[in-house]
């Protein structure tokens, strides 16, 4: 009978473990993991990689530089510097050699080098620890080897030799908080002997991350006289002095001589006393209000952050962060407590709303400083409280002109423009009996969450402007089994993400796993990811040029950059897609397989190495087994032959069809794609073709 195709894609897919065998879309998959379910198809996870200030290994190059008139030869690990440019490199191999002799001081060839610094020119000198060894001739070229597979292998070797360079924060456990802040990277992690907290930003030097300097504070009442940042003070009984870097005000003013706050110093010198005089060129301005205190850090804890402008200059946004077991605080390059006067001053949540910081603290206490002062917590300046009832454990701004207040058990909004104590603050419930585990509440267009029944979110209902919550078994219905089988097993939910750039939800677990929840079709298609390594905070920011960036903090000491990088940090990656049975809209009638035909897309000149099986009749021991074949798909063309399937092909073009033969017989068919590599780009299977021949009837 003469074969006919039948096509399906693959957007819109994701893992269905729920809906009954013969209505699954041919789409969805039964199982697999390490694939991002997209709007155009399935793309292996991209993978993860070390960072710290030096950069992301992935962003590393090899050069090509020629060379002739060499004395010595230049060996693995070399420095080589050019006399006349300063510019230097590493010799990511020994200097190859192509012609000449060293002893016969005509030697030509070429070098490998990487971490390039400065520009080499053209016929200067080349020295190694202050030697001459060769002469340049032309300048270094990026990635210009001659073979493809000098070139994969010294790429990869040129990230390596970048990978071993990158360090763990110093201290101990887990990472407890990454957060960017002015276009740089921070993190957070308790000293080795776990008795303090410690704050680190990262640098580009061979430390990588960089201790910040708490400093200390000073407050003061009285003030009399404007204090300003880079003053030089001095105690008029002690002697003592400091230089301010910041003045924050809590309440008064100067021009009414009652001015309060607090003087974030350094540089400091002397001992300060109670109730002295602070003077600048010897003439007083305040009085200090108790003694120096230095900030600290305490060990333990999870931490949020915001970044937000509360004082309206176009430098002074700030970023604010809590632990759950210190002060909030404020960093704008010097840090400052924020003090509320509560007893047990830890909270554990922050959020913004009508331009006041609000504080979520144990025992349900939801606290909001006054407006437009993230200092002042008094009712006269505006502060104000409202008690939750339950435990808080998540905050989610900018919905509906509300913020989103969760707690284990309740759900609810606050609302108003006016958080004081005579305002219009109100808080309203939303549901009794749908709440979120703590770290698991992100904001992707609407806030999203995971409870015992899974993944849910908050959408608006068109009457009376209410809301509600997800029903059932929220957005993660299709996979419930899955997650039921982490509940029973203890598996908890530890950290979670967005990846706004993607539309994606990410939920990372306890046992080194994630599930991807993607929302750019409007409808939820989720899929596992398994790591080598355990998360244990992760957070989505925006860079000074507004670039997405996604990092995870690990139990390592490790930051990790999401999505960047072709692997597991320099691991093997391994990707399995197993695709449902599908009965070709005919699940009574035989059917004789041919070929499938995957659209795909790679990376043009790029391998993607990829695994592909079948069995039919939901995989009916009677059939004949078909064995799987690896294969190597290239955007550049060509053929594999092999014992089973004999022909696999790549088109020419990036977006191309890969072809595979067999043959088998059942009323439906299942593929599996899969593989493993590293230091391989990603690749899309967007769709695919059945050829087969109808059989009779299954009666």
């Known amino acids: 009978m003469t074969q006919q195709p039948i096509s399906f894609n693959m957007g819109g897919g994701g893992l269905d473990l729920i809906t009954p065998a013969i209505n699954r879309k041919p789409s969805s998959a039964i199982a697999g993991y390490n694939y991002e379910p997209r709007p155009e198809g399935y793309r292996r996870f991209q993978g993860f990689e070390r960072t710290d200030g030096q950069g992301n290994p992935s962003l590393s190059y090899y050069y090509i530089f020629n060379f002739d008139l060499g004395t010595v030869a230049v060996s693995e690990g070399d420095v080589v510097t050019g006399v006349t440019s300063g510019a230097t490199g590493i010799a990511l191999i020994d200097g190859v050699l192509e ?101 680190w930003k990262a640098v580009d030097t061979a430390a990588g991350w960089e201790a910040v300097d708490l400093k200390a504070y000073l407050a003061f009442d009285a003030g009399t006289d404007i204090i300003v940042a880079t003053d030089a003070i001095t105690g008029l009984t002690s002697s003592a002095t400091g230089t301010v870097d910041r003045v924050i005000i809590t309440t008064g003013d100067w021009s009414t001589n009652d001015a309060e706050g607090y003087l974030v110093v350094s540089s400091v010198t002397g001992t300060w006393a109670d109730n002295e005089k602070v003077q600048v060129s010897a003439a007083s301005k305040a009085d200090i209000n108790g003694t120096l205190v230095t900030n600290s850090l305490p060990a333990g804890g999870r931490y949020e952050f915001k970044n937000h402008n509360f004082y309206g200059g176009s430098g002074t946004k700030m970023m604010y962060g809590v632990n759950g077991v210190g002060n909030a605080f404020e ?26 910081l609000v504080l979520a603290f144990s025992g349900g206490s939801l606290q909001f400083s006054g407006g437009g002062s993230p200092h002042a917590w008094t009712i006269i300046a505006g502060a104000g409280e409202i008690g939750m009832g339950d435990e808080i454990t998540g905050i989610c701004e900018e919905y509906a002109d509300g913020v989103a207040i969760m707690s284990r058990n309740r759900t609810a909004i606050l609302y108003g423009t006016d958080l004081s104590q005579t305002g219009d603050a109100t808080l309203k419930t939303i549901s009794y009996n749908a709440g979120a585990i703590e770290w698991t509440v992100q904001n992707l267009i609407k806030p999203m969450w995971y409870d015992n029944t899974g993944v849910r979110d908050l959408t608006a209902v068109q009457d009376y402007g209410n809301f509600k919550t997800g029903e059932g078994d929220g957005l993660t219905g299709r996979m419930k089994t899955l997650l039921d089988r982490k509940k029973t097993s203890g598996i908890l939910p530890v950290c ?72 597991m940090d320099g691991a093997t990656m391994e990707y399995l897609l197993r695709l449902s049975f599908w009965n070709l809209k005919s699940p009574m009638l035989n059917k004789r397989f041919h070929k499938l035909e995957l659209e795909m897309i790679t990376a043009s000149g790029t391998g993607t190495s990829l695994n592909v099986s079948a069995d039919f009749s939901y995989g009916n021991p009677d059939n004949p087994e078909v064995y799987s074949e690896d294969f190597t798909v290239t955007g550049g063309g060509g053929y594999w032959d092999s014992a089973l399937w004999n022909e696999f092909y790549w088109s020419q073009s990036v977006q191309g069809k890969a072809e595979v033969y067999f043959d088998g017989e059942g009323n439906n068919i299942g593929t599996a794609l899969g593989g493993e590599a590293i230091n391989e780009e990603p690749h899309t299977i967007t769709g695919g073709t059945y050829l087969f021949s109808p059989r009779r009837l299954r009666r």
């Open 99 to 199: 012609t000449g002799t060293y002893v016969g001081l005509d030697a030509t060839g070429y070098l490998v080098l990487w971490a390039l610094t400065g520009t080499f020119v053209d016929n200067e000198l080349l020295q190694v620890s202050a030697g001459n060894v060769a002469q340049s001739d032309g300048t270094p070229s990026a990635q210009a080897s001659n073979t493809d597979e000098d070139n994969a292998t010294w790429q990869l070797a040129a990230r390596e030799a970048h990978r071993a360079l990158i360090n763990t924060i110093t201290g101990s456990g887990d990472i407890r908080g990454i957060w960017h802040y002015g276009g740089s990277l921070y993190a957070f992690r308790d000293n080795i002997g776990a008795t303090a907290g410690g704050m």
């Open 496 to 567: 979670s993400t967005i990846v706004k750039d993607q539309m994606q939800y990410w939920l990372f677990f306890s046992d080194k796993t994630a599930i991807i929840i993607s929302m750019a079709t409007g409808y939820p298609n989720i899929f596992p990811i398994i790591l080598p390594v355990q998360p244990k905070c992760a957070y989505s920011v925006e860079d000074a040029n507004g670039d997405e960036l996604v990092y995870f903090g690990s139990d390592d000491g490790y930051v990790y950059s999401l999505n960047t990088g072709n692997d």
């Open 331 to 356: 960093f704008d390059g010097s840090f400052m407590p924020v003090i509320t006067g509560m007893v047990d001053d830890t909270p554990k949540h922050l959020g913004l709303k009508a331009d006041a």
